[in-house]
């Protein structure tokens, strides 16, 4: 089976641009979560999606926003961008529902200049 | 909120030697306890996980974990690492009725040829 895949691996935006992060799941896998990494914060929950529903959201702004579509597949959009938001973004799919057993993908690194 | 602390934040160790990073988290209630694993250029991946019953884990590798609820403990041991082991590891919880993923800011382990 194909891992998980995510598009861009780079990315760099100025200040106040927003961007779209995608994700595809591991074929079967219902379940896409995100996760921004930072050295300063580490490995911090953004949100989780299942069956094209947010199921938990992390402590983020309303900036960060994320969407599921029926094939499962994912995308993350963070408007307004800020210098602070440079991280490297991961996701992550599950079959099931929850954080029980979950799948990482390379992850995007996103710079903002 | 729950936290999780790793306060080793990198050890160098040398082939052979035994392995224990420490991982302590706060949260009296029933917790699901993680521990991943980032070898160089690779993803995050499950190292090995418990949710209950024997309190001693085995996962991938020769790792295990032992679960000491009364220390709100989750350590990862090795008997023998070998060079391979190099990587980033980072502990992880799950609380009852709240499925967010939680994570420490991981341990950069080197092993020494």
């Known amino acids: 089976k194909a891992g998980v895949t995510q598009t861009p691996r780079y990315l760099i935006k100025t200040r106040g641009q927003q961007v779209t992060l995608s994700c595809s799941p591991i074929?079967?896998?219902?379940?896409v979560s995100w996760y921004q990494q930072t050295p300063g914060q580490g490995l911090q929950f953004l949100f989780e999606y299942f069956s094209e529903t947010q199921r938990n959201k992390g402590n983020f702004p309303g900036r960060f926003s994320g969407r599921q579509f029926s094939n499962s597949r994912s995308e993350m959009n963070v408007s307004t961008l800020e210098l602070g938001d440079s991280a490297l973004y991961l996701c992550?799919?599950?079959?099931?529902?929850?954080?029980?057993?979950?799948?990482f993908g390379p992850g995007t690194r996103l710079t903002v200049t | 909120a729950q936290s999780v602390s790793q306060h080793n934040h990198h050890v160098i160790l040398s082939e052979a030697a035994s392995l224990e990073l420490g991982c302590n988290y706060s949260y009296g209630g029933t917790v699901n306890l993680f521990w991943y694993v980032q070898y160089p250029g690779q993803h995050l991946q499950l190292l090995l996980k418990?949710?209950?019953?024997?309190?001693l884990v085995k996962g991938i590798k020769g790792f295990e974990a032992e679960f000491i609820k009364s220390k709100f403990s989750f350590n990862l041991r090795k008997p023998s690492v070998q060079w391979s082991d190099t990587a980033e590891y980072f502990c992880?919880?799950?609380?009852?009725?709240?499925?967010?993923?939680?994570f420490g800011t991981g341990t950069r382990l080197t092993i020494i040829p």
């Open positions: 992880a919880v799950t609380v009852n009725g709240n499925e967010k993923l939680t």
């Open positions: 418990y949710f209950s019953g024997d309190p």
């Open positions: 992550a799919s599950s079959p099931m529902a929850g954080a029980y057993e979950q799948y």
């Open positions: 074929s079967g896998h219902r379940s």
